[in-house]
């Protein structure tokens, strides 16, 4: 039998366990050279593949031990993981480029399947930028939308702080593995967000902590393509030229999701990416209420996972 019928034969459907699986998915990542697309790439080869499909039961078992222990030195002692072909997995995140295998989360999965929308942005805003932020967080989650952000300082911040203060619900999708804070100064932020609304990672534990800081960077931009593909749609309050923000927004018109850049954005000199995503099929802004004519009617719930 040839590797390659054989993994299919083991990819017979079996009890999943959650806990395997974890372990594997951080095994995969500590093997050289492992990237989001790497990983995308295998699972593309191997249709119906778990993780576990790829690494032996007792490397499983040791690492998910290694993770939750390094979990729980952080104080994370209660989470949860999603993972692909194994139910409550939300479809739409296999609209991205390299839809991730296996998520972690706190909180309320069941956001996972309201209709939210990512309202993102540069992490050092005009005053301006941060009151529109606020305003668009809060005309959307009145019209009952959730509002997902990614718990960076600036507009991150104030898209998460204006659903609170609206008492609407809110998920952070963050760049960091599911027990590290960042940045510091949003910590009860993060804390309220995990215990009261729905905090999502994509970032394996081991890996991230055995890396260093600018081998991690790199870990947000993933989180900026899970974060769209989650979104029924993005809405670009302030960013510049090099932002990751824009990272977003090519995820957000590759998955076929509703990109919104506000008409300010248009009028600076300094920017050419505003009219670059324009001719590419993003909406300009002209009149914040607009944008919830561009919208899906909001859902408490479009589970198909």
Sequence with gaps: MSPAAALAAT???EAI???????AYEALWLQK???????ADRFREHPGALPSNFVDPATAELTQQRAAARLAAAGINRFGIR???AGD?????????????????????????????AIVGTRSPTAEGVKRAERLARMLAGAGYTITSGLATGIDTAAHRTALTCNAPTIAVIGTHIGQVYPRENADLQKEIATNHLLISQVPVLRSEQQDYRANRLFFPERNKTMSAL??????????????TLTQARAALHQGRKLFILDNLF????????KTFLEKGAIRVRNEDDILAELPPPTKAHREG
């Design 11 to 13: 990819i017979e459907v």
């Design 17 to 23: 366990s959650p806990r395997i699986e974890m372990g």
């Design 33 to 39: 050279e492992t990237t989001f697309k790497r990983i």
């Design 83 to 85: 993972i692909h072909g």
């Design 89 to 117: 997995y939300p479809v739409p995140l296999r609209d991205a480029k390299e839809p991730v295998e296996l998520l972690y989360y706190r909180g309320s999965w069941e956001l996972a399947f309201t209709t939210s929308v």
């Design 231 to 244: 979104s029924a749609a993005t809405v670009i309050v302030e960013a510049g030229e090099t932002s990751g």
């Design 267 to 274: 009028q600076r000199p300094d920017l050419t990416w505003p």
